[in-house]
Nanobody, 127 residues
């Protein structure tokens, strides 16, 4: 069992930066691929970025490539999302997720298939 708690959301102007963090409980954290997903009002939850259990592989949705960076620290049981050059269209609730699969699979699986989720943190980018 893995419990996930996100933090770091907030209001930022376009072009600004935010860093989201996800703290995980559970001794098996290092066995799970981790990911960030987001859900804008009236839209379905979508994949943003995923990272493999050892941090060796990362995947990003096209709209955030070059702007967002996912990373993890297995010693601290945390995964982070550094978001730079933020745009109004990045506004959403951001969710941390974990699953005992590959990072690549997390990037393409239906979100309903992923096992563990945090409660979400709001990111608002003003124009």
């Amino acid at each position: 069992q893995v419990q996930l708690v996100e933090s770091g959301g907030g209001l930022v102007q376009a072009g600004g930066s935010l860093r989201l963090s996800c703290a995980a409980s559970g001794r098996t954290f290092s066995r799970y691929a981790m990911g960030w997903f987001r859900q804008a009002p009236g839209k379905e939850r979508e994949f943003v970025a995923t990272i493999s259990w050892n941090g060796g592989s990362t995947y990003y949705t096209d709209s955030v490539k070059g702007r967002f960076t996912i990373s993890r620290d297995n010693a601290k049981n945390t995964v982070s999302l550094q978001m730079n050059s933020l745009k109004p269209e990045d506004t959403a609730v951001y969710y941390c997720a974990a699953d005992a699969t590959t990072a690549q699979s997390m990037s393409i699986l239906r979100v309903s298939a992923l096992r563990f989720w945090g409660q979400g943190t709001q990111v608002t980018v003003s124009s």
